[in-house]
């Protein structure tokens, strides 16, 4: 154990130590508990409940039940659960109009009951005999009283209008006779109210004298999701006055006995009792707020009664009971009918009530479908019988008359199909089958139980297309169905493709003009899957109607001969002639005699005479060939030099002659230009005016064959002009065989030549002149050719050393320095430069080999070749490979010794 314990400590500092630099490199540490147990996929909360919105049940709280489906009905339809989540309180949807604010004035008449109070304005107008018209407007004072000028005060407080009309009469008589007055009253008092519990919008409101408590419960909203619209209380002076029902409004239109508000009354919105949820077929399915001891019928009849469609004996109840849901399956026809019946149950707080609907499938009919004129269903009533049912829906033409199939269910469900004689049925002469309550009848088309015989006529016919063969039907049928043949259609050959095998057909050749003529051996007549081919006249003759025209015309080529054809509708047609025409028309037209020596027949015609509409009688034929020959260019056009550079007036010249020489041509320019260097004067010239076309393909020729002898290096598609890289490996050993030394292979790469197909050759012609005094006597001996360019440059002061030096680019020119020199400042060759095949481009434009160039002058161009590199990338040896080695050096000392 101590030596366990030993070789463990180290170890364990070792561990120690890890952690600690762990802990300061602040990197997160976790418990190896929590490392080895998995993580646990996060579970899914359950959602958050919407906020409840006014007007609508309060969501219950999520459990496990919200997380499954809604378990379907025996009719796949959702159940009573899922149907209560969707629908609202009612009632509440009402208040949603309501205006905010804190004054309730409404516009309404003031109801007969009204008493008057502090502050309601009065208007009295009284006259009489002995007094003019006198009108009075007050207003109810604190103490009730109303005071009139000259009369004094009537009492007006607490009375109703009616009564302080008559106080105001008697008051009136005490003091005039024969008397007349009326009595407004022209505004009423405000007072305050509040509105407590559960309202949508308590607080308190400034309500005119005459509005009544539904005036103030319309204003605050109605009552909150939780608050009652049963049972909402007026108090005042802390005493219970009135209660109101607002579903009497809501569903029968009624309001109770009118209650006024006075001041500082109170309006309470209590919570809400038990709630009750009605769905289903009625007309108003919502969730209803009932009363104590109310009944299912109660509830029913808030909810508008049942629909038409409502299945009346199941009305399925569910609630809960003892801590469990529970479901009743009650009568709704019997329940309402009589009230006092044993499912007319009294309702709890979270019932749910749902009125199942008729079957959706429709009874006592039976239907047709198919082929007829009026598919659809049918009472059965109507058409008892498979024929009565035929009869009415009456099959179209192109029925399977053969057979109709009749669909019956058995009473298991399963399907069973009875089979109808169609024909045999309408005629009488099939034994009619009654009818069943959903039996279902199949009447097919033709096309749909039976092979239709088709015909196909293809080609120069005026509409190709598949057609349907009728009893009889012949070529001559098909053809006037496909609308005729057309006039490029040939008369004596067309193909008739007809089936003798499953994979074997018959060719038939017929004549069409035949055919169409009524001869039995042509106007076959036709079988299924026949197809006729109507070849056209050009199809199945050989006829060479071509004539070819080259030369100065605007469109050559081969054009088609037409008969009456003259020479001066071929030069028409072929675009006119152009303006390099000679001026004559050289016919050609073959000699077609086998023992004639001369192979074609030469006519010559001034083009002028042709164009003018002489030699019409000459025809024209297929095979002849007509050419208009170019006018010599000295004809066209003069021949012309372009000058560029340093000319005192460079510019496009026209050669004097042919052969103009180049001094000629630099004294008409002006000379050269003070700064010009006429030793680097260069002469530019057309590739065609220097090499033939057989020269051209001949120096193609050889270099696509210098080409081949090169390694099979290049890029696919052959036309590479840069050197290729290729990886090469090459093995070499590495330590002693017999000390377990093994070969190593190193790769190396190797670039090849470039290809010499395809390079862009130079058009510039250089002169090998190194003698300046030598060129410049020579240089004005030089003959011109039309589009040749003469250029002369700028005297220059570098001297440009370009390829594989260090840094390529111009050099100052210094005419003690040898061309090495020149290298150097450069930089120096690179690593592959190859001075043995390096060049220099003379000014002139000629080329010299570097090692033949003697002298630089200003404006050569040292270009340095590269060469052919082998590279080899660094190796990394091993730490085996190194010690092989120097085993392998101490037994090869050893041996020595």
């Given at each position: 154990m101590p030596r366990i314990r030993s070789l463990l400590r180290p170890v364990t500092v070792c561990s120690w130590r890890l952690l600690l630099a762990l802990l300061c490199a602040g990197l997160p540490m976790a418990p190896v508990w929590a490392q080895a147990a998995p993580e646990a996929p996060p579970s899914t909360p359950p959602a958050a409940s919407p906020p409840v919105k006014a007007g609508e049940a309060p969501s219950a709280a999520p459990d496990a039940a919200a997380w499954?489906?809604?378990?379907?009905?025996?009719?796949?339809?959702?159940?009573?659960?899922?149907?209560?989540?969707?629908?609202?309180?009612?009632?509440?949807?009402?208040?949603?109009?309501?205006?905010?604010?804190d004054t309730v004035a409404p516009d309404v008449p003031i109801p007969a009951g009204y008493r008057l109070g502090e502050n309601d304005q009065v208007r009295i107008r009284y006259w009489a005999p002995a007094i003019t018209e006198t009108t009075v407007e007050a207003a109810v004072s604190r103490n009730g009283f109303v005071v009139l000028p000259g009369l004094g005060q009537v009492t007006a407080g607490g009375l109703t209008r009616e009564?302080?009309?008559q106080r105001v009469g008697q008051r009136l008589r005490e003091h005039y006779k024969n008397v007349s007055f009326t009595v407004e009253l022209v505004e009423t008092r405000t007072i305050t109210v509040f509105v407590t519990g559960a309202a949508r919008?308590?607080?308190?409101?400034?309500?005119?004298?005459?509005?009544?408590?539904?005036?103030?419960?319309?204003?605050?909203?109605?009552?909150?999701?939780?608050?009652?619209?049963?049972?909402?209380?007026?108090?005042?002076?802390?005493?219970?006055?009135?209660?109101?029902?607002?579903?009497?409004?809501?569903?029968?239109?009624?309001?109770?006995?009118?209650?006024?508000?006075?001041?500082?009354?109170?309006?309470?919105?209590?919570?809400?009792?038990?709630?009750?949820?009605?769905?289903?077929?009625?007309?108003?399915?919502?969730i209803y707020e009932v009363l104590e001891n109310d009944r299912v019928a109660d509830v029913l009849t808030l909810a508008g009664g049942m629909k038409a469609s409502a299945y009346p004996r199941i009305l399925r109840l569910r609630r809960v009971e003892e801590g469990r849901r529970v479901e009743r399956t009650l009568d709704a026809q019997a329940l309402m009918a009589d009230r006092t019946h044993a499912d007319n149950v009294v309702l709890r707080d979270g019932d749910i009530l749902t009125l199942e609907n008729v079957s959706s499938q429709v009874r006592d009919r039976v239907s047709v479908r198919g082929n007829v004129s009026f598919p659809g269903d049918y009472s059965i009533q109507r058409a008892a019988t498979a024929k009565a049912l035929l009869t009415e829906a009456r099959p179209r033409v192109g029925t399977y008359w053969q057979r109709a199939d009749l669909t019956r269910m058995l009473p298991d469900g399963t399907p069973v199909v009875i089979p109808l004689p169609l024909k045999d049925l309408l005629d009488g002469k099939a034994e009619d089958v009654p009818l069943q309550d959903l039996d279902e009848i199949v009447v097919y088309r033709s096309d749909e139980k039976a092979i239709v015989p088709l015909a196909t006529v293809e080609g120069a016919v005026k509409h190709p297309a598949t057609f349907r063969l009728g009893d009889g039907m012949r070529v001559s049928d098909l053809l006037f169905a496909a609308g005729g043949v057309l006039q490029e259609a040939s008369e004596g050959i067309a193909h008739l493709y007809r089936r003798v095998g499953p994979n074997d057909f018959q060719i038939i050749r017929i004549a069409p003009k035949e055919a169409?003529?009524?001869?039995?051996?042509?106007?076959?007549?036709?079988?299924?899957?026949?197809?006729?081919?109507?070849?056209r006249q050009k199809e199945v003759e050989y006829r060479y109607d071509k004539v070819t025209a080259v030369g100065e015309l605007q469109r050559p080529g081969e054009?088609?001969?037409?008969?009456?054809?003259?020479?001066?509708?071929?030069?028409?047609?072929?675009?006119?002639?152009?303006?390099?025409?000679?001026?004559?028309?050289?016919?050609?037209?073959?000699?077609?005699?086998?023992?004639?020596?001369?192979?074609?027949?030469?006519?010559?015609f001034p083009l002028e005479e042709v164009m003018g509409g002489k030699h019409r009688e000459e025809p024209v034929v297929a095979g002849m060939l007509v050419?208009?020959?170019?006018?010599?260019?000295?004809?066209?056009?003069?021949?012309?030099?372009?000058?560029?550079?340093?000319?005192?007036?460079?510019?496009?010249?026209?050669?004097?002659?042919?052969?103009?020489d180049l001094q000629s041509l630099i004294a008409r320019a002006g000379g050269l230009a003070e700064d010009a260097d006429p030793f680097g004067i260069s002469l530019t010239r057309t590739r065609e005016k220097m090499l033939s076309a057989a020269s051209a393909e001949q120096i193609r020729t050889v270099m696509q064959a210098m080409d081949q002898l090169l390694p099979a290096t290049a890029s696919p598609d052959g036309n590479s002009q840069t050197p290729d890289t290729q990886i090469l490996e090459t093995g070499s050993p590495s330590?002693?065989?017999?000390?377990?030394?093994?070969?190593?292979?190193?790769?190396?790469?190797?670039?090849?030549?470039?290809?010499?197909?395809?390079?862009?050759?130079?058009t510039r012609i250089g002169f090998q002149l190194e003698d300046r005094e030598a060129y410049l006597s020579r240089m004005g001996k030089i003959c011109l050719c039309d589009g040749d360019v003469v250029e002369v440059p700028r005297l220059s002061d570098v001297v440009q050393v370009l390829g594989a030096v260090q840094s390529p680019g111009p050099v100052f020119f210094n005419e003690k320095w040898t061309p090495k020199q020149y290298i150097s400042s450069a930089g120096g060759g690179a690593p592959d430069a190859d001075l043995k095949r390096s060049v220099v481009i003379k000014v002139t434009g000629g080329v010299r080999p570097f090692r033949e160039a003697k002298r630089i002058d200003p404006g050569d161009v040292i270009v340095v070749a590269s060469k052919h590199q082998v590279i080899q990338p660094p190796v990394q040896r091993s730490y085996r490979d190194v010690l092989f080695d120097l085993l392998g050096v101490a037994l090869v000392v050893r041996g020595l010794r």
């Open positions: 499954l489906p809604p378990a379907p009905t025996s009719e796949g339809r959702p159940s009573p659960a899922a149907d209560a989540q969707n629908l609202k309180l009612f009632g509440f949807d009402f208040f949603d109009a309501a205006p905010a604010g009564q302080f009309r919008r308590p607080g308190r409101y400034t309500v005119k004298a005459e509005a009544n408590l539904f005036n103030v419960i319309y204003a605050a909203g109605g009552a909150s999701p939780e608050g009652s619209l049963r049972q909402v209380i007026l108090r005042r002076r802390n005493r219970q006055v009135a209660t109101m029902d607002v579903y009497q409004f809501l569903t029968a239109g009624e309001l109770p006995a009118e209650t006024l508000m006075a001041e500082q009354d109170v309006v309470v919105f209590p919570v809400a009792g038990a709630r009750v949820t009605v769905g289903g077929e009625v007309a108003r399915p919502a169409l003529a009524g001869n039995p051996e042509a106007n076959l007549v036709l079988q299924d899957e026949d197809r006729l081919v109507i070849y054009l088609t001969v037409y008969q009456g054809m003259t020479l001066y509708d071929l030069i028409l047609l072929a675009g006119g002639p152009t303006n390099q025409a000679a001026g004559t028309v050289e016919v050609a037209i073959p000699v077609t005699n086998g023992d004639a020596k001369e192979r074609a027949e030469v006519k010559t050419s208009l020959p170019r006018r010599a260019d000295r004809l066209t056009q003069p021949p012309k030099v372009e000058l560029k550079g340093r000319f005192r007036r460079p510019g496009t010249y026209a050669l004097l002659h042919e052969g103009e330590g002693l065989p017999l000390l377990g030394g093994s070969t190593r292979v190193d790769r190396v790469l190797l670039v090849s030549p470039r290809r010499l197909t395809g390079m862009p050759s130079n």
